[in-house]
């Protein structure tokens, strides 16, 4: 709890026993859906990989977390017929822990992601997940070949999902996976390049078309602080003209998205583990864009933070620690924000008791 409110962390994927993957592989290996049944783990197995996922949680306060899918585990690029079973298979995994964990978890539905169907092909199994399984988000691949081949996220190939997303009230996140492009084939852990450059082109995308034109209820959600940050001041036409590449060009934004205000649809969440970064993050986006993020636990979590002397990933101690933050704004980013970016989330099982109650 912060100050008397839940601690609500929208960006968190799944722990799980060696089991889970093994039965990826097999189906991979084998290239057949049907033949082993459907996994079963038991309750015991699931609960030893999550004791140190819940301990992390408690140990940074977190009170609850949105639980979705490893991304570099999704396996968009294979065969959509492989895609489609380990999606279910992962999406039922997901149920079964927030169902053992109830009250500290709440999905986040997997999508059969892959380049062969647009996204209409995506929403029975998220129907599914939000109708059966109780979840209230979805993660989305921008990029599920690992090609770079897949439309962007303004061209018409998504908008059977904007458009479902937008009737049902189910928040979109944009997380991207791997890539396969060989260029980054020295670089190791370079899925956390393609998250950088698949990020911040999602937001250049959204922020330059008519996609919340077409679907003015669409809730997006962008990890890592967004990929890139803005380099440049913004400026409106009052502004004048600065010199640019040329004497005496405008340097102004063109397209659907300039000068327009995307502050209820378009957000980022704060899974960034440089304190300076994700101070210019806040800065730039403004904290009503902004919805509390750790991926806790993951990649942050060895690290220490010596500003804070806490884990990296413990970020209530970094926002704790900003002076340009009113406890106000940190209740926002850590409980109202979410609230409201996740609309599903206040029947969800964490928040569904205190509404009878009241």
Not at 77 to 92: G, I, S
Not at 174 to 187: A, E, G, M
Not at 219 to 236: D, F, I, Q, T, W
């Amino acid at each position: 709890m912060y100050r008397g409110a839940t601690v609500i962390d929208t960006h968190g994927h799944m722990s799980t026993p060696p089991e889970f993957r093994a039965y990826a592989y097999n189906i991979l290996a084998l290239r057949t859906a049907s033949g082993f049944g459907a996994l079963s783990i038991p309750d015991a197995r699931l609960e030893q990989a999550m004791e140190s996922h819940l301990r992390a949680l408690d140990e940074r306060d977190i009170d609850v977390q949105l639980l979705s899918p490893r991304p570099v585990a999704m396996m968009h690029w294979e065969r959509p017929y492989l895609v489609e079973a380990w999606t279910r298979t992962t999406n039922d995994v997901i149920a079964q822990q927030c169902r053992i964990a109830r009250g500290r978890f709440v999905g986040v539905a997997q999508l059969p992601q892959n380049t062969e169907h647009d996204s209409a092909y995506l929403l029975s199994e998220l129907t599914r997940c939000v109708d059966e399984l109780g979840f209230v988000a979805a993660l989305v691949n921008p990029d599920p070949g690992g090609d770079r081949r897949t439309p962007g996220m303004n061209d018409p190939y998504w908008f059977p999902l904007y458009e479902f997303a937008e009737d049902r009230q189910i928040t979109l996140i944009v997380h991207p996976s791997s890539s396969r492009d060989p260029r980054l084939d020295p670089i190791p852990h370079s899925y956390q390049y393609n998250s950088l450059t698949e990020e911040t082109l999602a937001m250049l995308l959204f922020r330059h078309s008519d996609v919340f034109d077409r679907f003015p209820s669409l809730r997006v959600v962008v990890c890592h602080c967004g990929g890139a940050l803005r380099r440049m001041l913004e400026h409106g036409p009052s502004s004048g003209q600065r010199m640019g590449g040329s004497a005496q060009m405008p340097v102004t934004e063109t397209g659907h998205g300039a000068a327009r205000d995307l502050s209820r649809n378009l957000f980022v969440d704060t899974c960034a583990y440089d304190p300076v970064f994700l101070r210019a993050a806040i800065r730039q986006y403004g904290v009503e864009r902004m919805v509390f993020g750790t991926e806790v636990p993951g990649s942050g979590s060895a690290v220490l933070n010596v500003g804070t002397n806490r884990p990296s990933d413990d970020l209530v101690a970094v926002l704790r620690s900003y002076d340009f933050l009113s406890d106000n704004d940190r209740v926002r980013i850590l409980h109202d924000n979410p609230l409201t970016v996740f609309p599903l989330l206040a029947a969800s099982a964490p928040f569904a008791t205190d509404q009878a109650t009241a």
